[in-house]
């Protein structure tokens, strides 16, 4: 899969587009960019088009300029802009939550529906938070490509090591036992990752709680209850501030990543069924 690069009015934009059809805009996580495709699992390619931008930060999408949620949005409308598409299912992913948020409130035209899927809904990590703290040092634009260098390097000797290593991260379910299918997945979507200088942004960036108020489009809010990375607090909060709004909480020992795995099924079935409603 190759990604194009466009030179919008308000800046470059790196996306990634597969298939044909229902057009859905995936707003990724941290550490990740347009290549990330463990969140379309379970869609047909000649029903949906899937297209997925670099979020400011990631990818070859420069951070300049764009650094609030409430600016990325403004960047992915003006992409939709140049596609063109007629108004799309947009698709929140952890961090990338805030910006599906901010386009649904500000771009109604551009969104016909909202899925938040294990997606932040508000200030993610205080400053004296130990994540906050560490990612400031491992995942800094000076060291994280050797970070994620050394991740690579032993995903590839020693895959199993390093799916246990990072699952805690991901999961409250301390006993749950790694298939080598579900190794293989997360080994596969890691490949992809790299932080550049998206994810220390991602760590600062907070929105307006009236956002969520404002978005009036049909939104799905999917979240497992094991969910170790964003609190399944988000969701909650999507809830109750989004008025057209359900919420599916999901029973996924992957907790963050409930894509990974044959229990993803659920999440998937749920996801679809919210689009052709």
């Given at each position: 899969m190759n990604s194009t690069v466009i030179n919008t009015k308000i800046g470059e934009i790196e996306y990634c587009s597969v298939g044909q059809g229902i057009p859905i805009v995936f707003i990724h996580g941290g550490h990740s960019n347009c290549f990330d495709t463990l969140s379309h699992k379970g869609f047909d390619l000649s029903k949906f088009q899937l297209i997925t931008p670099?979020?400011?930060?990631?990818?070859?999408?420069p951070l300049n300029g764009h650094r609030t949620p409430k600016?990325?949005?403004?960047?992915i409308a003006e992409l939709l802009n140049c596609l063109p598409i007629k108004p799309a299912i947009v698709y929140g992913i952890s961090a990338g939550g805030l910006t599906a948020i901010e386009l649904a409130a500000q771009h109604p035209d551009k969104v016909q529906k909202l899925i938040l899927a294990s997606a932040i809904s508000k200030k993610w990590l205080a400053k004296d938070n130990k994540i906050y703290k560490t990612a400031q040092i491992i995942f800094n634009p000076k060291t994280e490509g050797v970070t994620w260098g050394m991740v690579s390097l032993f995903s590839k000797l020693l895959p199993r090591i390093i799916a246990n290593s990072f699952y805690p991260q991901f999961s409250t379910f301390s006993k749950h036992q790694l298939k080598h299918e579900d190794i293989q997945e997360l080994i596969s979507a890691l490949k992809h990752y790299r932080s550049k200088s998206g994810f220390l942004n991602d760590v600062d960036q907070?929105?307006?709680?009236?956002?969520?108020?404002?978005?009036?489009?049909p939104s799905l809010i999917i979240h497992s209850k094991y969910d170790n990375s964003v609190s399944i607090e988000h969701a909650i909060n999507?809830?109750?501030?989004?008025?057209?709004?359900?919420?599916?909480e999901l029973d996924n020992k992957w907790?963050?990543?409930?894509?990974?795995?044959?229990?993803?099924?659920q999440?998937?079935?749920?996801t679809i069924e919210f689009i052709n409603e």
């Open positions: 670099s979020r400011p930060g990631y990818g070859k999408t600016q990325t949005a403004e960047l907070d929105i307006c709680e009236t956002s969520l108020e404002k978005i009036e489009c999507a809830k109750e501030k989004i008025h057209n709004s359900q919420f599916v907790g963050h990543l409930f894509w990974i795995g044959k229990a993803s099924e999440a998937v079935m749920k």
